[in-house]
């Protein structure tokens, strides 16, 4: 769903405080309990979190987004449908969740300035800013020097990679899809971005790229994310969460086909499920396993 990045900006602030919410009283979950609808943000080309299949959204963000959405009706005592709402920028997203109008957004980078305005689940996944590169350029600060990077706007990998190469021209994207459409291109040579995106759609934006350097600029944790101060939406997203992630690591066929689809072996990620039960034990080992029926 939204690019792991992202410190809030003016913009997103503005739109998230200026606009009057009337139904404050009733808290995420009493309204998405109420209605039967479980409002979610989703992003074209944001793989491996999000991306447009036909007339829905698939992606490993949706898979826990969809597993939220499960254990919200098993709460709800009635279905709760999960709708996705498209958005066509970061900041729009952004803002979205931040006023309440939007109820999840799953596969978003932490940043301790987002978290000051929402609330952030159990990590869904671990990744870092990396780039795509041509050949001969490893992506250290010395050969990014006076070069142009794309980088999605608002964006942790615009951050960091204007702190760490600050002669480096950027130009920036709305969208993950813009970003990736302009490297394809060629408009760009050069693509700044959440690792585990960038190891996603290389083979489709730039097969003859490399993905640099071998140790990212910065590393943080991906989530979901709920509007502020809604601790019963938070507490189920995390049981939600914690209940995927064990069932994985029990072998469960399901879950682990679910999970290595975007992320796992034969995926454009290529992770082995080794690895992915090791994160996912360490995550449930800040909290606590579940015992699974």
Do not use: H
Not at 34 to 47: E, K, S, W
Not at 51 to 66: C, H, P
Request: some cysteine; aromatic content about 6%; glycine content about 10%.
């Amino acid at each position: 769903m939204l690019p792991r990045l992202i410190g809030l900006t003016a913009t997103a602030l503005g739109l998230a405080f200026a606009t009057v919410q009337p139904a404050l009283a009733e808290s995420v979950l009493d309204r998405v309990s109420r209605t039967g609808r479980l409002n979610a943000v989703v992003m074209d080309g944001d793989l491996p979190y999000s991306v447009k299949q036909g007339s829905g959204y698939a992606g490993l963000g949706l898979e826990f987004a969809q597993e939220i959405q499960s254990e919200l009706s098993d709460y709800a005592g009635k279905p709760v449908q999960l709708v996705p709402q498209p958005v066509g920028s970061v900041e729009q997203g952004i803002a979205g969740i931040a006023s309440g109008s939007v109820d999840l957004a799953c596969g978003v980078s932490f940043s301790w300035g987002r978290s000051m305005f929402v609330d952030y689940s159990l990590p869904i996944a671990l990744s870092g800013t990396r780039l795509i590169t041509p050949s001969g350029n490893d992506g250290t600060p010395a050969a990014l020097a006076g070069q142009t990077i794309g980088v999605v706007t608002n964006s942790v990998a615009a951050t960091t990679i204007g702190k760490a190469v600050p002669t480096a021209q950027l130009k920036t994207y709305d969208s993950p899809a813009a970003a990736l459409g302009a490297l394809k291109s060629g408009q760009i040579q050069i693509l700044a971005g959440d690792s585990l995106w960038l190891l996603a759609n290389q083979a489709s934006a730039d097969p003859k790229g490399q993905i640099t350097p071998v140790v990212p600029y910065n590393r943080a944790g991906v989530g979901c994310i709920v509007p502020e101060n809604n601790s019963g939406l938070l507490n189920l997203s995390n049981l939600a969460i914690a209940r995927l992630m064990q069932a994985y690591i029990n072998d469960d066929p399901k879950a682990q086909q679910r999970i290595n689809r975007w992320v796992g072996p034969g995926s454009s990620v290529n992770l082995s499920q080794d690895v992915i039960k090791a994160y996912f034990t360490n995550v449930l080992l800040s909290a606590a396993l579940i015992e699974l029926p």
